[in-house]
């Protein structure tokens, strides 16, 4: 039993003119498919062949190179697509509403937060969304393909929104203009889905 690359949930140019389709075609057909590849090529044999990949991350050792950078993009890119959507954008309700207002007072201060991680998250990696058990959020970024799944890395908790700030996200559209990607970004997050993932794991 190996992972295989998940199906975009939408079109290529869905997205648009937010992200664009050579970006996602690349994106999800030869990134995402890379680390889908590899990470099977670095299991195949050992005792992690067969189980989730969150269990592979949450035990990993993170001196194994290939699948910490694989496992871990196979597991973000997945998490990326869910949480977009071409009906996205607008504020989350219910009780993932409620908790970002007890976290970060309201939804604005949550973005800015949650902005300011990406923008800032120094060359390739991502920007965080997590829930702990007992429903708290955190907001973190992780370096690479790391997640707060993995031992000891961000924020901890189970993310449950990510943006990816690696170049090959959006240079095509954005060239150095991380900035204008991550305000895009907010056009189109899939809320009912980041809802799901909190209900799913609060
Ligand atoms: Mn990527």
Redesign the pocket.
């Known amino acids: 039993m190996s992972f295989t690359l998940p199906s975009l949930p939408y079109a290529k140019d869905a997205l648009e003119p937010h992200i664009d389709a050579k970006t996602m075609e690349i994106?999800h057909g030869k990134?995402?498919a890379g680390y889908t590849s590899k990470l099977n090529d670095a299991i195949e044999g050992t005792p992690m062949e067969g189980k989730s990949i969150e269990d592979i991350l949450d035990n990993l050792d993170m001196n194994n190179k290939a699948v910490r950078n694989n496992g871990g993009?196979f597991y973000?890119?997945s998490l990326?697509w869910s949480v977009m959507s071409p009906n996205g954008g607008g504020t989350p309700s219910g009780a993932l509403a409620d908790a970002i207002n007890d976290t970060f007072g309201s939804f604005d201060s949550f973005k800015d937060t949650f902005a300011n991680a990406a923008k800032t998250q120094f060359g390739s990696g991502w920007a965080w969304l997590c829930v702990h058990k007992g429903g708290k959020l955190d907001v973190c970024g992780t370096p690479n393909q790391d997640n707060p799944l993995m031992p000891g890395v961000g924020c901890g908790g189970t993310p449950i929104l990510g943006i990816?700030v690696?170049e090959?996200?959006y240079y095509l559209n954005y060239q150095n203009r991380r900035p204008d990607y991550v305000e895009a970004f907010f056009n189109v997050i899939n809320w009912d889905e980041v809802s799901s993932r909190y209900e799913a794991n609060k």
């Open positions: 994106h990134h995402h993009g973000n890119h990326f990816d690696w090959h996200a």
